[in-house]
């Protein structure tokens, strides 16, 4: 109900996208594509919260990791304040973070190898304390359930408290099907792009479709394991009752509710416009139960009639 912070959005963002490139964060890619689903589920599930620092000053936030999360995602952000024409650093508010994981050990953020030179910075991201960016993240694969501590230190804070937001996210294994879920209208021998969201793995994807909800038919079973979409030709049936699957190692998804596959209406004719009246036709479709005649208005195609039949009469259509 309320508009959210900027600094969150931008956190949220960056901590949910899918990585592209070298693992982690990189010059050429920065954080990866966004993954506006995944971004939706942090803030859908309460995955963050914010607090303030001031210099020389320690605050720890502790993160529940549950079971079954094959990587752990966890960022600080902050909105810096403006630096000093050329200064060197720009940064000027330097917050750093680490993660004590439940064996106690401590693990430190990306870090990026500045150097002006190709080699440096083509190189994959290490880890350690960043005193450039005013973003940080840690990523640990495959974490062991239970309480980690996170640990925000103002390493320089010059000018006052400065605000910084938590963003964590918890990454399964589990592939969820984004498109089609039920309710659209395909259209048989068009290609429509079957669209689904997963974590990173080596494994294929199987696709399969079904028109009477119990037989299941392949689309194919080699999508790259770092594809999350695939161009499917529908097939030439009519049905209410069709869905989509994907599947993974063992886990599976498919679509929420049912949807449609019809042919659209050909040969729409204007038989007669009259003053008074409007005569429509066209030709049928197999499998229709009825047909919905609209007109443009002003702005938009506005709903005249719907029949059975293959005709239309509308009256006084102004």
Known sequence: GANPNSALMKGVLLNSADDLGNPGPDFKHGWGEVNAYQAIKILENNQYLNSN???????????????????????????????????APALV???????????????????????????????????????INNMEQITIDNPVSGNYVLSVDGFTIPFGAQEYWVIYQYITEEVELTYPIGGEGFVPGEDELIRWDASNGNTSFTLEYTTN???????????????????WTVPNSTTSQAKVRISRNGKIDESNEDFTIVDVPHSVGVNWICPDSIYVSWNSVNGATDYEVSMLGNMYMDSMTTTTATTALVINPN
Do not use: F, K
């Not at 620092?53 to 600080?76: D, E, F, K, R």
């Not at 994981?101 to 350690?128: I, M």
């Not at 119990?214 to 194919?220: E, F, P, V």
């Open 53 to 87: 620092i001031s210099q020389g000053g320690n605050n720890t936030h502790n993160i529940t990791v549950p079971s079954a999360i094959i990587q752990l995602n966890v960022m600080v952000y902050w909105h810096d304040i403006e630096g000093s024409v050329n200064a």
């Open 93 to 131: 508010n330097d917050i750093d973070i680490n993660l004590i994981n439940t064996n106690g050990l401590t693990v430190y953020p990306w870090l990026l190898d500045h150097t002006a030179n190709a080699t440096a910075l083509n190189s994959n991201a290490t880890y350690g304390n960043d005193h």
């Open 213 to 231: 909800g119990a037989t299941w038919n392949l689309i194919t079973n080699n999508v790259a394991a770092n594809l999350r979409h695939y161009n």
